[in-house]
């Protein structure tokens, strides 16, 4: 356990379903994160917030949704997705200096949840 | 864009060996970080390095970040089957956390 719950843990949908995923940390982190892992590519950065104000959007299509409502739960809306978009999302929160460089940003992670689209 | 390289790609080694693993940015890092996912999970925290010419170590793991903090290698010494994994180093620009693309390591017991 280390202090990042995501759910589900397993999800399939077809492509014309709405489903959400849910990350929750309980470690008082004022930043979350949603990264995509794909086989054999490395980890995309898909969003991030920091103090709940989105701060960046890697050219992220628009079928996936970010919500913040608070600084402990980050929730990824999915909605019309494509085969591509099966992989493992993994959500992490870490406690973020104001001043860039000025400390250490030790992001700590969920064990994923494993999209599979239809 | 910040771009993380690892080697090798990936690694099969005898129980008991040593080995490294390398990872090169094209820029100067605020700090480099070393993760550890076993297949299908979540990334595990294992070390950070922030001066140029860090050395940490944790166990039987050692990472070092060079003078320029471009480069940083992980050294496994004595290796186990429960070292089993993929080792990913990661990079804070200010913004954004990157992370390289990442070295499977397979233990032979």
């Known amino acids: 356990e280390t202090g990042v719950t995501q759910t589900p843990r397993h999800l399939v949908m077809g492509m014309t379903n709405k489903k959400s995923l849910k990350c929750e940390q309980h470690l008082g982190h004022n930043a979350m994160y949603w990264y995509k892992q794909s086989a054999k590519k490395p980890l995309e950065l898909m969003f991030v917030?920091?103090?709940?104000?989105?701060?960046e959007n890697n050219s992220v299509p628009s079928r996936f949704s970010p919500e913040c409502p608070n600084s402990s739960h980050l929730f990824l809306h999915l909605h019309t997705l494509q085969p591509e978009d099966s992989a493992l999302y993994l959500c992490a929160s870490s406690q973020r200096a104001q001043a860039v460089g000025s400390g250490a940003n030790v992001l700590t992670f969920g064990a994923g949840s494993r999209l599979t689209v239809l | 864009s910040q771009e993380l390289e690892q080697s090798p790609q990936s690694l099969i080694v005898q129980e008991g060996k040593n080995l490294t693993i390398n990872c090169t940015s094209s820029?100067?890092?605020?700090?480099l970080y070393w993760y550890k996912q076993k297949y299908g999970e979540g990334l595990i925290f294992l070390m950070m390095?922030?001066?140029?010419?860090e050395e940490k170590s944790h166990e039987k793991i050692t990472a070092k970040l060079d003078e320029k903090k471009q480069q940083s290698s992980l050294h496994i010494t004595a290796s186990q089957p429960s070292h089993a994994g993929i080792y990913l180093c990661g990079a804070d620009t200010g913004n954004q956390f990157y992370f390289g693309t990442g070295t499977s390591l397979t233990v032979i017991p």
């Open positions: 390095l922030q001066k140029g010419g």
């Open positions: 917030y920091n103090f709940k104000e989105q701060t």
């Open positions: 820029k100067t890092l605020y700090g």
